[in-house]
């Protein structure tokens, strides 16, 4: 579906602003030295945002097959990033949640981006009226994306440092 012509400028904006942060992402990644990809990052993401999960569940969060997201979180176990636990309820599903380094690189990536997001802002802040984050909040709630403090508190919910 295309755009409508009036909605044309939001949405060449925000096809800007998409790849301003994707690349805010990938530096942040380069610089804590994380050997971990856009999709693979975005799963840890999910992780700690929605806490243990089933690989085919964050297959469906991510919107990729099946086999795709098992292959993804392999490598993030292979990585030390993830680990496999069984279910308490039913010992035949096997959930993965977030080890201490892959909570220690969402960390880190997230406070990168933010402290960036922050210099970047106030570069630009005669251009961040109410109605701006208004829209940017709508788009991102839109989207599926939780706020920030919800996911962070998840993390204290679902916390198991142990690896």
Known sequence: ??????????????????RALVGLTVRALADVGADVTIP????????????????????????????TGTRMTDRLVGKGLVRR???????RVVQLRLTRAGREIVETVMAKRRASLERIVAETA??????????????ATAAGEMPEQEWWMGWARNADLSD
């Open 1 to 18: 579906m295309q755009a409508l012509p009036e909605h044309e400028p939001a949405v060449e904006a925000l096809m800007l602003a998409s």
């Open 85 to 91: 636990v069984r279910s308490t309820d039913d010992r």
């Open 40 to 67: 693979q990052f975005r799963s840890l993401v999910v992780l700690s945002s929605r806490g243990t999960m089933r690989s085919a569940d964050i297959a469906e969060e991510l919107q990729v097959n099946p086999s």
């Open 126 to 139: 005669t251009h961040w009226q109410p109605a701006v984050t208004e829209a940017l909040t709508a788009f």
